[in-house]
């Protein structure tokens, strides 16, 4: 089993390295010749040979990714994720699974051990994480065609996979925070894609910034797990952790949780997520279903019993999943851009997750996150399909395009109904499995009553507003009528609405192969349904939906985010968080910034430049002495033996 995840790891990272080096030769096919027919593509070469190298090593990954977890799962007996968590319970999670320690490196402390684990967790994540990239390669290669920078494209794709994946696998916690900080490089460069445009760099920069401040926190409480445990080893960790006191696992989760906000995009750092849709949508795919905002969750889940340990830990993460999933649907139901209202919905769903987790039930957790990897992938897809026919991320440039975009609008009508969490999709059962032990934990969970409650109370009016803001961008995307577009000719009012038609092959085939496991998944865990309380998730979901149709129906040409009436735009602008963060971090650091550079140029470089300026005077002054005249030089030897002897003979 080692061997196979060893594949699976080094697959994809092959192909980035493949892709990154070999994609654009021979160099002979990168420019144009005399010969060359006027309108060919010069890139279309070094494309198609980048798109090979990046889908097909993907595609054994995954095969041997979906055999790895066959066998799992066959070896340990269960059809599970993991041995279930009992709700409330503070005990340790049994580590059942193989692993293997390639090398040891000794570093006079706590060595580190590079080696893989392979159990139910990661071996179902790990299927995640190369389905999704396997979608994501294809798709992209419609979505991208003609695109000058597909080959390195294509190949951090395939780093992007490879660094999840290691960390999935990772038995080490110092080489799972390899794979960790491989993926924000690649989120950076990918994000930044197109990045002629300042928005979009700065978008990246921003991703990378923040991120890596959770990071900070993030290593140190690795730091302080591998020391108290003394082994990085994940399974020395975890059987360490009744040993330990509790404040080291307070202060060690507490700095975990810094590095988990970041990554998985939660309260008080969650704010790079929106604006990173400034990258390509198969990238947003990539980055809210499998790999960079799941990173977060699953480590949680992997360290669980050290979080159940630190139960003020918990609390904390209630209340901050708690504030997360509601406040992020409410900006969700508020925004224009699709692509934005799926980013504030991945925030509010991981969150959800999350809250599960806080709330004792990491079983559910995973398998919301599994199921959320299938719909949002296949959601972000799908609007790369409605953005690419259509020409603009606004839905109010959208309407009526069910016809024209047929396989889009059943696939995406699936994504939305799993988000929502309506039967038979996917987002039904594990929505209900989240939503039940969120209930329990009011009774007998690891929280404390006032977390329990809030954390309780916002995960249903989140399913409210999910279900409104869901149902708002169905019905503005696909009913009602197109807008029309002025003509700029003169005398004529309007221009004809443009035909819109599906996305090519290679886009449309992932769309329909992600749409399986986002209406099917569930099915796994049809026995563990709570009906009574699928049904209460059910009857809020469907009020969130019926009141923005009311709205809607009432006047299909407006936006049914007017219902927010005054307090549309603070959901709009996402209750000004960038704006506090902009007044209270950004602006005084520029401050300070530019004060120590007039320092440097002024104090630093001043007192440099003005010792070479005084230098530069004395060898002025000495210059008129030392000027090479022969005369001037015995006058003054003459001078000064004439004084010598005045004053030998005044004072001798």
């Known amino acids: 089993m080692i061997t196979v995840a060893s594949l699976v790891i080094l697959l994809p990272f092959l192909a980035a390295a493949t892709g990154l080096l070999g994609s654009r030769f021979p160099r002979g096919l990168r420019g144009a010749t005399s010969r060359t027919p006027p309108g060919t593509d010069l890139n279309a070469g070094a494309n198609r040979r980048a798109a090979w190298i990046a889908v097909l090593p ?20 269960q059809g599970g994720i993991e041995p279930r968590v009992p ?55 419609g979505y991208l065609r003609g695109d000058r920078r597909y080959p390195s494209y294509s190949s951090f794709i395939s780093l992007f996979t490879s660094a999840m994946l290691l960390v999935v696998y990772a038995a080490d916690l110092l080489v799972l925070y390899v794979g960790w900080e491989i993926m924000g490089l690649c989120s950076y460069l990918l994000v930044g894609h197109w990045w002629e445009e300042r928005a979009n760099s700065r978008a990246a920069i921003k991703a990378f910034l923040v991120t890596r401040i959770g990071d900070v926190g993030f290593l140190f409480g690795i730091f302080v797990l591998g020391t108290a445990a003394g082994s990085f080893r994940i399974a020395d960790v975890i059987a360490g952790v009744p040993e330990m ?52 969750i699953f480590v949680v889940a992997r360290l669980y019993p050290a979080f159940l340990g630190a139960r003020p830990t918990l609390d904390v993460l209630a209340v901050l999943a708690a504030l997360g999933m509601l406040g992020a649907a409410l900006a969700a139901l508020a925004q224009d851009d699709l692509k934005r209202v799926l980013a504030y919905s991945t925030i509010s769903q991981l969150a959800y997750m999350a809250g599960a987790l806080a709330a004792g039930s990491r079983d559910a957790a995973i398998f919301h996150l599994i199921t959320h990897g299938a719909f949002k992938a296949l959601l972000f897809l799908c609007a790369g399909a409605v953005i690419h026919a259509v020409g603009s991320n606004l839905m109010s440039t959208m309407g009526g395009l069910r016809r024209g975009l047929p396989v889009t609008f059943a696939a995406m009508t699936i994504g939305f109904a799993a988000l929502m969490g309506l039967p038979p999709a996917s987002g039904f059962f594990s929505k209900d499995e989240m939503l039940t032990g969120i209930e329990h934990s009011l009774s007998a969970g690891p929280l404390t009553d006032a977390a329990a409650l809030l954390l309780y109370g916002c995960a249903l009016a989140t399913i409210a507003v999910t279900g409104a803001y869901a149902t708002r961008a169905w019905l503005r995307t696909f009913f009602g009528q197109r807008a029309p577009r002025p003509e700029p000719v003169a005398g004529e009012a309007h221009a004809a609405v443009p035909a819109v038609h599906e996305a090519p092959a290679s886009m449309r085939w992932p769309i329909v192969v992600l749409a399986v496991p986002a209406l099917l998944l569930g099915f796994v865990r049809v026995g563990d349904v709570h009906w009574g309380t699928a049904a209460l998730s059910l009857t809020v979901a469907l009020l969130g939906a019926g009141a ?51 320092t440097d140029n002024r104090v630093v470089d001043g007192t440099v430049r003005g010792s070479g300026r005084t230098t530069l005077r004395l060898a002025g002054l000495v210059r008129l002495v030392q000027n090479g005249n022969a005369q001037l030089y015995v006058t003054g030897l003459l001078a000064g033996v004439l004084l010598i002897a005045a004053g030998a003979v005044i004072f001798g």
């Open 245 to 296: 006191s509790s404040g080291t696992l307070i202060a060690a989760t507490m700095l975990l949780l810094a590095g988990v906000a970041g990554k998985s995009a939660q309260v008080p750092l969650h704010v790079w997520l929106p604006d990173a849709m400034a990258g390509p949508t198969p990238i947003s795919a990539l980055i809210h279903a499998a790999t960079m905002v799941a990173a977060g």
């Open 87 to 141: 709700i409330g319970s503070g005990g340790q999670v049994a580590a059942d699974g193989v692993t293997a320690t390639f090398t040891v490196i000794e570093t006079g402390s706590v060595p580190i051990s590079v080696g893989l684990l392979v159990d139910g967790l990661a071996a179902s994540i790990a299927v995640l994480v190369t389905v999704v990239a396997l979608a994501v390669q294809v798709y992209s290669i």
């Open 58 to 77: 993907t595609a054994i990954s995954t095969a041997l990714a979906i055999w790895l977890a066959y066998a799992t799962w066959a070896a340990t007996g």
């Open 548 to 598: 923005v149709y009311a709205v809607w129906r009432s006047a299909p040409q407006t936006d049914p985010a007017r219902m927010l009436g005054p307090f549309r735009v603070p959901c709009e602008r996402a209750f000004y968080v960038d704006s506090v963060y902009t007044g209270l971090l950004v602006r005084p650091v520029l401050l300070l910034a530019r004060l120590v550079v007039r």
